[in-house]
């Protein structure tokens, strides 16, 4: 049985999401709240949150590393943009909260010798257009 493609979101659709989410403090997703880039915590329960797009772009087989940073940020800073054009959302898949729809971007880190999951909260504040 082969998995059906994830639906690829635009600017647009991420809009949507970040407006659709339940407003308060949720304690399903609580521990992934915060500012910037963080790694996925080794306790958190996965299956609270639900995929439902995203953001990798199928025509290119490596999507570019170039980063997307006009106000002098850099990729670990909280106020980022978040441009999908760009490394790393250009690898990420969309997530939401099953519990309160608080989307989420995720992706996975590759070292020399580990993966890491890390994961944002998508602000529409944040949300950058531009294309490389």
Same mark, same amino acid.
Not at 94 to 120: H, N, S
């Given at each position: 049985?082969?998995? #059906?493609?994830?639906?690829?979101?635009?600017?647009?659709?991420?809009? &949507?999401?970040? @407006? &659709? $989410? /339940?407003?308060?403090?949720?304690?399903?997703?609580?521990?992934?709240?915060?500012?910037? +880039? %963080?790694? =996925?915590? @080794?306790? !958190?329960?996965?299956?609270?949150? $639900?995929?439902?797009?995203?953001? /990798?772009? *199928?025509?290119?087989?490596?999507?570019?590393?170039? #980063?997307?940073?006009?106000? *002098?940020?850099? =990729? +670990?800073?909280?106020?980022?943009?978040?441009?999908?054009?760009?490394?790393?959302?250009?690898?990420?898949?969309? +997530?939401?909260?099953? &519990?309160? @729809? /608080?989307? !989420?971007? $995720?992706?996975?880190?590759?070292? *020399?010798?580990?993966?890491?999951? /890390?994961? $944002? #909260?998508?602000? &529409?504040?944040?949300? %950058?257009?531009?294309?490389?």
């Amino acid at each position: 049985m082969t998995a #059906e493609p994830l639906p690829r979101l635009l600017a647009d659709d991420l809009r &949507a999401l970040a @407006a &659709a $989410r /339940r407003p308060g403090r949720c304690g399903a997703c609580a521990p992934l709240v915060g500012a910037g +880039w %963080d790694s =996925v915590p @080794a306790i !958190f329960d996965l299956s609270n949150l $639900r995929c439902v797009g995203t953001l /990798r772009d *199928g025509q290119f087989d490596e999507p570019t590393l170039l #980063e997307h940073h006009p106000r *002098g940020t850099h =990729v +670990w800073s909280p106020d980022a943009p978040i441009a999908p054009a760009f490394f790393p959302y250009n690898r990420c898949d969309v +997530w939401v909260c099953r &519990a309160c @729809a /608080r989307p !989420f971007l $995720r992706y996975t880190e590759y070292g *020399g010798y580990y993966e890491d999951q /890390r994961i $944002r #909260e998508l602000s &529409a504040e944040l949300l %950058d257009d531009t294309q490389p």
